[in-house]
């Protein structure tokens, strides 16, 4: 079956303005969870989400936030970009959450200007 | 709260050679832990993971780990090492509906 895809791969923005990343899971997953790498704080859990439900949230700050659809699938947003941003942000999706196994997307690879 | 240490950030072995990459856990309740490799600009695919039972854990690519609760450790190895096992490793631990990963080991293959 198809993996986890993420759009886009690449997206290019400037300060102030705000992205929308987007998630399709592994059909038949319900958990989604979102993830920031950076080359400084590696990979920081962002949020996950359960059957259209926020289970659990990492330690950032409110201007990222997310949602997920009927189907599974998943948005991040992240307003009013800082250059700190700038990060390769990836989504897994799993049957039931984090204590089974994730199966990752590619990653969209966000650049603050 | 649950966190993970990779000790080292970077492992280089010859090929043929044994790979040992460390993994030193911490979690108030039996954790679940895991193993993941990263290829350059690619997400994370999963080598291996312990749950309960069987402390030795066989995974893909010829990789094993072994859970020892009495050293909060759960290093990866691999009998001889590939130049394909050229790669970024992740150690991840879950106890809950939250993951957390160690700051990462990248592992460079001589021939």
């Known amino acids: 079956k198809a993996g986890v895809t993420q759009t886009p791969r690449y997206l290019i923005k400037t300060r102030g303005q705000q992205v929308t990343l987007s998630c399709s899971p592994i059909?038949?997953?319900?958990?989604v969870s979102w993830y920031q790498q950076t080359p400084g704080q590696g990979l920081q859990f962002l949020f996950e989400y359960f059957s259209e439900t926020q289970r659990n949230k990492g330690n950032f700050p409110g201007r990222f936030s997310g949602r997920q659809f009927s189907n599974s699938r998943s948005e991040m947003n992240v307003s009013t970009l800082e250059l700190g941003d700038s990060a390769l942000y990836l989504c897994a999706s799993s049957s039931t959450g984090a204590t089974d196994t994730q199966y990752f997307g590619p990653g969209t690879r966000l650049t603050v200007l | 709260a649950q966190s993970v240490t990779q000790l080292g950030s970077h492992v280089s072995v010859s090929e043929g050679a044994l790979v040992l990459l460390r993994c030193n856990y911490s979690s108030s309740v039996p954790p679940y832990l895991f193993w993941y490799v990263q290829y350059p600009n690619q997400g994370l695919q999963l080598l291996l993971k312990y749950t309960t039972g069987a402390t030795l854990v066989k995974g893909i690519n010829g990789f094993e780990a072994e859970f020892k609760k009495s050293e909060t450790s759960f290093h990866l190895t691999k009998p001889s090492a590939h130049m394909s096992d050229a790669a970024e490793y992740f150690c991840?631990?879950?106890?809950?509906?939250?993951?957390?990963f160690g700051a990462g080991t990248r592992l460079t293959v001589k021939p």
């Open positions: 059909s038949g997953h319900r958990s």
């Open positions: 991840a631990v879950s106890n809950n509906n939250d993951m957390r």
